[in-house]
């Protein structure tokens, strides 16, 4: 069962655009992350989510965690060839497994 | 060392022969979670070890898979008999003390079962 359901599943674009990718459930979280993955490498956790409507910026990125803790975006603005890579989102529930979405693939052109 | 290593980084086998994976911690870390990233899947939970708790084994898919961790440090993943739906990779965490700690992932090992 896939409690975490991401989109778009791929996204192709060129440096300078803006971007969205989304995280939904219909399972409220005690909080909410997201990793990003390179191609041979494990997850590195970018941010924590912990609050229902709760913003944090990191540089060009910006996280919102839904108001009922069912969902999170993740925008970045001004997208670089560097922020090319696979988006995971992850939720936390009562236990102290993380339920991964399936993730975005992001590709950003020069 | 500074991070979560695992190796081997490539694995090929045959269909029916076991393999072994070994994941080494972060130092201090009581917390080593296994996680199995299939293509075009998520990170699908396999098992928890803290320290020297009964590990939460309830992520494995079946009993060709066991995993043990010695000493509360490293930690083997061993899957008999493998089928060719075992591909994938297989990705080792560990976190300070588990619960809400943040996870550090290892590199993964690339299992392919031909």
């Known amino acids: 069962t896939q409690l975490l359901e991401q989109s778009p599943q791929f996204l192709s674009i060129q440096e300078g655009e803006n971007l969205t990718v989304y995280c939904n459930s219909s399972?409220?979280?005690?909080?909410l992350q997201w990793y990003r993955q390179e191609p041979g490498e494990g997850p590195v956790l970018l941010v924590t989510?912990?609050?229902?409507?709760e913003v944090k910026k990191l540089k060009r990125l910006t996280f919102q965690f839904g108001d009922a803790r069912k969902d999170s975006s993740l925008h970045i603005t001004a997208a670089q060839p560097g922020d090319t890579g696979l988006y995971l989102c992850?939720?936390?529930?009562?236990?102290?497994?993380?339920?991964f979405g399936k993730g975005t693939s992001l590709l950003v052109t020069p | 060392g500074a991070g979560v290593s695992q190796s081997p980084s490539n694995k090929v086998t045959e269909k029916g022969k076991d393999v072994e994976l070994r994941c080494d911690p972060i130092?201090?870390?009581?917390?080593l979670y296994w996680y199995r990233q299939s293509l075009g899947q998520g990170l699908e939970f396999l098992i928890y070890?803290?320290?020297?708790?009964?590990?939460?084994k309830s992520g494995l898919p079946s009993d060709r898979f066991s995993a043990e961790r010695t000493g509360g440090s490293v930690s083997t993943l061993t899957i008999q008999r493998t089928q060719q739906e075992d591909s994938a990779v297989y990705l080792c965490a560990s976190s300070f003390s588990g619960g809400r700690e943040t996870q550090y992932f290892g590199p993964g090992t690339r299992l392919l079962v031909l």
């Open positions: 130092s201090g870390h009581t917390a």
């Open positions: 070890f803290q320290g020297n708790s009964a590990p939460d």
């Open positions: 399972s409220v979280f005690s909080s």
């Open positions: 992850a939720g936390a529930g009562s236990g102290y497994a993380l339920n």
């Open positions: 989510v912990v609050t229902g409507g």
